[in-house]
Antibody, heavy 118, light 110 residues
Framework: DVQLVESGGGLVQPGGSLRLSCATS????????MHWVRQAPGKGLMWVSR????????KYADSVTGRFTISRDNAKNILYLQMDSLRADDTGLYYC???????????WGQGTLVTVSS | QSALTQPASVSGSPGQSITISCTGT?????????VSWYQQHPGKAPKLIIY???KRPSGVSSRFSASKSGNAASLTISGLQAEDEADYHC??????????FGGGTKLTVL
């Protein structure tokens, strides 16, 4: 079975940093593009970032560019999101997703909650 | 990177059909055949129900269908059931190689 398990969320003060991890299993991780998607409490989904299969290409939403860094370890089957200079509006549930056909996200983790507050 | 536009809520009675709209621009919905739809029950992760504008993944009920015309996509659920009550999100690939989601639509089955 395909599994995506996020971790690393928590409470952090504005300006602080967190590193999220997404441990994957059940599929050939090094052949898929991967994404992070977040959901603020009671709100819709917002795409955050994506990385190609070998890690050589990344893309970010405007609101996180320069503050967040996506990366992956294909030897360990883990996706990461380094989040720096965190702001209150970064608060939300962060999902790790797998890109399938036609840019659709066919597998989602259960999410890890990030709360940015003083 | 403006969000796609969806109605905040829709409702319908069991057995009826409902349609959820998703409006974008020439830079996203109207540029590619890359609109997807997700169903999200409370406290759960989203689930892919439509990809490539109109296709259903294996295992998704045929009661879910979708269409697109120009910059507007839509999701139709026919034969509404209580279990369909959930949030529905549309998503599109964009010309700047990002993904953009709609604000989400809450479906209430009366």
């Amino acid at each position: 079975d395909v599994q995506l398990v996020e971790s690393g969320g928590g409470l952090v003060q504005p300006g602080g940093s967190l590193r999220l991890s997404c441990a994957t299993s059940g599929f050939r991780f090094n052949t898929y593009w991967m994404h992070w998607v977040r959901q603020a409490p009671g709100k819709g989904l917002m795409w955050v970032s994506r990385i190609n299969s070998d890690g050589s290409g990344t893309k970010y939403a405007d609101s996180v560019t320069g503050r967040f860094t996506i990366s992956r370890d294909n030897a360990k089957n883990i996706l990461y999101l380094q989040m720096d200079s965190l702001r209150a509006d970064d608060t939300g549930l962060y999902y790790c997703t797998r890109e399938w056909e036609a840019s659709a996200q066919d597998k989602w983790g259960q999410g890890t909650l990030v709360t940015v507050s003083s | 990177q403006s969000a796609l536009t969806q109605p905040a809520s829709v409702s319908g009675s069991p057995g009826q059909s409902i349609t959820i709209s998703c409006t974008g621009t020439n830079s996203d919905v109207g540029s590619y055949h890359l609109v997807s739809w997700y169903q999200q029950h409370p406290g759960k992760a989203p689930k892919l129900i439509i990809y490539e504008d109109t296709k259903r993944p294996s295992g998704v009920s045929s009661r879910f269908s979708a269409s697109k015309s120009g910059n507007a996509a839509s999701l139709t659920i026919s034969g509404l059931q209580a279990e369909d009550e959930a949030d529905y999100h549309c998503c599109s690939y964009s010309v700047i190689n990002t993904l953009v989601f709609g604000g989400g639509t809450k479906l209430t089955v009366l």
